[in-house]
């Protein structure tokens, strides 16, 4: 049976340019990890390497790093297995019997039992009181969540209860997929005794997860589009005898999933803050995109990263375009496009 992951706490700190007391790492197999996906300094890495069998054999395991140079920067750690919540039934503490119950969750149906089990170790577990927020609209979502147990309660900017989500249940996958902040607002249902328990993956962890395994993505593509549907219907009519808005108001991810989702044919023109920018669908499908001189999947991929700007669909097509073939698959060149957003965002 495998144990769970360890945690590395940093019990104390001085000089150090990477690290700040309180935070910690995770230990899993032999792959080390900071919680908030800072990078693994060498030196340290190298430390935490050659004291592995220490760390795995002792779970009062405590040691100082070597520094930098020097610099006089130190950091000290000290590990302990990761807490399990006492509340959990006894039989759902085993990564097998933890393998069985995600096993019957619609979005790992698609996984057999070994598969998951290597998502296991992503997994975090989190729990709400009643009326504390889980997102707040406006606001980044740095995480994926599944419920465990209980429920909570979607609404909109204006209060506007939108939804209710139970057991099995995602959220926080819009952001995931488009990169954007919170278009809602999710609240644990309940009195201030209830609890809603909620499984949570970091968004790169889930990417990370996605690319390992695509029928993840294909779950929530499928869920987006039924989302987007129930939320966006009336919207999605317009398209029609064509549209147009603000970006600010339905931001470029958004409306072309919009577009993917209801198969249209057409040419969506943007009018945006640094260029202009043009994008041509065939049922739904990115034919080709433009951006200044940028052309096809680059061009696509600066118009994701412009937020600011005016856009309007029209639902006729270029004969000379009629015939152009698709780009790529619309969902992995959106996330292709979110991924690189995100890294640049990582790398200044």
Avoid: W
């Avoid at 149906?109 to 997994?123: A, C, G, P, R, T």
């Avoid at 209860?161 to 309940?190: C, H, I, P, Q, R």
């Avoid at 669908?281 to 005016?310: H, Q, V």
């Amino acid at each position: 049976m495998s144990e769970p992951p360890i945690i590395l706490h940093i019990i104390d700190e001085e000089k150090c340019p990477l690290y700040q007391k309180g935070e910690h790492f995770t230990l899993s197999g032999n792959a080390f990890a900071h919680r908030d996906h800072k990078g693994l300094c060498l030196m340290l890495s190298a430390d935490l390497l050659s004291s592995y069998p220490e760390i795995d054999d002792h779970q009062n395991f405590h040691m100082t790093c070597s520094g930098c140079n020097d610099s006089g920067s130190r950091i000290s750690i000290a590990c302990v297995q990761q807490d399990v919540d006492d509340s959990l039934p006894e039989h759902k503490r085993t990564l097998s019997n933890i393998a069985s119950i995600l096993s019957g969750f619609s979005i790992f149906k698609s996984l057999d039992e070994h598969q998951i089990k290597d998502v296991i170790s992503f997994i975090r577990l989190g729990q709400f009181r009643g009326g504390t927020h889980i997102i707040k609209a406006g606001t980044p979502v740095k995480n994926l969540y599944i419920i465990l147990s209980g429920s909570a309660e979607v609404t909109g900017d204006d209060g506007m209860k939108l939804a209710t989500l139970s057991k099995e249940e995602v959220f926080g996958e819009m952001s995931l997929l488009s990169g954007n902040t919170a278009g809602a607002s999710v609240k644990a249902l309940g009195k201030t005794h209830d609890v809603t328990k909620v499984l949570f993956f970091s968004i790169p962890d889930f990417k990370l997860l996605m690319a390992r395994f695509p029928s993840l993505q294909m779950y929530l593509a499928r869920l987006l589009t039924e989302r987007l549907a129930k939320t966006n219907m009336a919207r999605a009519n317009e398209f029609t005898s064509g549209m147009h808005g603000s970006l600010s108001e339905t931001p470029i991810a958004e409306l072309c999933q919009i577009i993917n989702m209801n198969r249209k044919t057409g040419v969506l023109s943007l009018n945006l803050s640094n260029d202009t920018g043009r994008i041509s669908f065939r049922d739904g499908n990115i034919i080709s995109a433009t951006y200044g001189i940028k052309k096809n999947k680059e061009a696509f991929f600066k118009i994701l990263k412009d937020t600011k700007g005016m856009f309007t669909f029209t639902s006729a097509l270029p004969s000379e375009e009629a015939g152009m073939p698709v780009i790529a698959n619309f969902m992995n060149l959106l996330l292709e496009g979110v991924s690189r957003i995100d890294d640049e965002s990582l790398n200044g």
